[in-house]
């Protein structure tokens, strides 16, 4: 069975730092890997999607992600985070071969502190 | 171009009662999804419909179906309604042209159950 695990179900950290949200993967075949954004009493926003292309992925809002094949992760990283930031980010796996199947990861919910 | 709609934005029932969710995809996108997040769950996946068949269901008892209309449009329905039915439920749209194709959320329908 295909799992999402994110690490950390509550990340902070302070205006201006980096941003890092972890994804791991359990896959035999490397699956397409996105990330989404839920900002409260919304629906989820995508924010990049890596699709056997380049390994970094470059999204919106000025995030990124890298995926290592090695590592089976799909880590989410920002420079410099925004107070704007402050949401839940959920990764998600389609593995080859299922159609459009998505699997979520359960979220990390990301405050940014003044 | 009119993201993915979802009706109603709120629903409050009581445990037995029958609910009713609707979605409407993107123009054009021709399959629709729908998630259940309840807290603390993450996005648990419930049914995938295009061109008006089911072709996967997530692993949820028989009194959760649904259904999609010719004009892609797609209902939920939950049967005898239990606490733990209470959640935000999530639809999703895409085209399927192939493996990776995004998948678009609506905002949601927050079902309560009393």
């Known amino acids: 069975a295909q799992s999402v695990t994110q690490l950390g179900s509550h990340v902070s950290v302070s205006e201006g730092a980096l941003v890092l949200l972890r994804c791991n993967y359990s896959s035999s075949v490397p699956p397409y890997l996105f990330w989404y954004v839920q900002y409260p009493n919304q629906g989820l926003q995508l924010l990049l999607k890596?699709?056997?292309?380049?390994?970094l992925v470059k999204g919106i809002n000025g995030f990124e992600a890298e995926f290592k094949k090695s590592e089976t992760s799909f880590h989410l990283t920002k420079p410099s985070a925004h107070m704007s930031d402050a949401a839940e980010y959920f990764c998600a796996v389609n593995p080859p071969n299922t159609g459009n199947q998505f699997y979520f990861g359960t979220g990390t919910s990301l405050t940014v502190i003044p | 171009e009119a993201g993915v709609t979802q009706s109603p934005t709120h629903l409050i029932k009581t445990r037995g009662q029958q609910a009713t969710l609707r979605c409407s995809p993107i123009s054009g996108h021709t399959s629709v999804y729908w998630y259940q997040q309840a807290l603390g769950l993450g996005l648990q996946f419930l049914l995938w419909y295009d061109e008006g068949e089911e072709r996967n269901r997530g692993n949820f008892p028989p009194r959760f179906s649904g259904r999609q209309f010719p004009n892609y449009s797609s209902e939920l329905n939950v049967n005898a309604l239990e606490l733990e039915d209470s959640a935000l439920y999530l639809c999703a749209s895409s085209l399927v042209q192939g493996a990776a194709d995004t998948q678009y959320f609506g905002p949601g329908t927050r079902l309560t159950v009393l």
């Open positions: 890596y699709t056997s292309a380049a390994t």
